[in-house]
């Protein structure tokens, strides 16, 4: 490993009983770096995730935190060592507020007595989504009541204001419009330039991919076929690669 590499994945698999969703995967991740990571619908990266963030246990592999080999028990024990995630399935608890959802698991305690204090919980939240610039309604409304993007919002507030080390984003821009989508953006950017963070970025849009990562992996039937420097690669270099496989299936195998 390198001097700062924060995460490293080695020989991942994890199947769901006759599907194998991961064989082999194995990627590392530096500090302060933004991974793109890409690959077909049902290629496995929300599953390489889920077993990043301590939700899936692989079945071969091992993961390095900092270099150290590290059996994650629960999601929780990963939250505690500093991985924070925006799940693409969301996550938030509809019936609860939206600044509830905002601290689920870390509500703000106000000491000597441990009871949660509502107003502080009200601020940050207020200014949390003041910062993504993401407008809702009210921050008391149940976050059923929301939209998918407002939703969205939300959960990466949450997650990034949580002074992560590291930072799984599963699709993040997902729902959102695209002036939204250019807010998540630039706040990642922020994240970037303040060096604290290194984060895991899956994305559909690759342009989105080349506006904020410093790398890219490419996960193609269980394994990572595919790792460059964005600066090395491009977004057509990236749709070939993504195309050329269907195209070649279409032609019956024929082509090279
Ligand atoms: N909990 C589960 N139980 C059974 N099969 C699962 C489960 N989670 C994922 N799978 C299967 O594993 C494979 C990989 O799914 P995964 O969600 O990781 O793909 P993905 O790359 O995130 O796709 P997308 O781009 O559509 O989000 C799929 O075939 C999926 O059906
Ligand atoms: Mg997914």
């Given at each position: 490993m390198t001097e700062h590499e924060v995460l490293r994945a080695e020989n991942i698999a994890k199947g769901f009983g006759s599907v194998t969703a991961l064989r082999d995967v194995s990627l590392r991740l530096e500090k302060g770096e933004v991974l793109g990571l890409i690959g077909d619908n049902g290629a496995g990266k929300s599953t390489l995730i889920k077993t990043i963030t301590g939700f899936h246990r692989p079945d071969e592999g091992r993961l390095l935190l900092d270099g150290e080999e590290t059996v994650l028990k629960s999601v929780s024990h990963a939250q505690s060592l500093g991985i924070q995630t925006v799940y693409q399935d969301l996550a938030?608890?509809?019936?609860?507020s939206v600044y509830h959802n905002m601290f689920l698991n870390a509500e703000i305690v106000r000491k000597p007595?441990?009871?949660?204090n509502g107003r502080a919980m009200k601020e940050k939240t207020r200014q949390y989504l003041a910062d993504i610039g993401v407008k809702i309604?009210?921050?008391?409304?149940?976050?059923?009541?929301?939209s998918g993007g407002q939703r969205q919002a939300i959960a990466v507030a949450r997650a990034v204001y949580s002074d992560a080390k590291i930072l799984l984003m599963d699709?993040?821009?997902?729902?959102?419009g695209a002036k939204e989508g250019a807010m998540i953006l630039d706040l990642v950017q922020r994240l970037k330039d303040e060096g604290n963070v290194s984060i895991i970025l899956i994305a559909h849009n690759y342009a989105h991919v080349f506006e904020v990562c410093d790398r890219v992996n490419v996960l193609q039937h269980g394994r990572i076929t595919y790792d460059k420097n964005t600066g090395d690669t491009s977004v057509e270099e990236l749709t070939e690669l993504m195309v050329s496989e269907y195209r070649k299936a279409r032609a019956g195998g024929e082509e090279e």
């Open positions: 938030l608890v509809d019936d609860l007595f441990p009871f949660l309604p009210s921050i008391d409304t149940e976050v059923a009541m929301l699709e993040p821009l997902a729902a959102m």
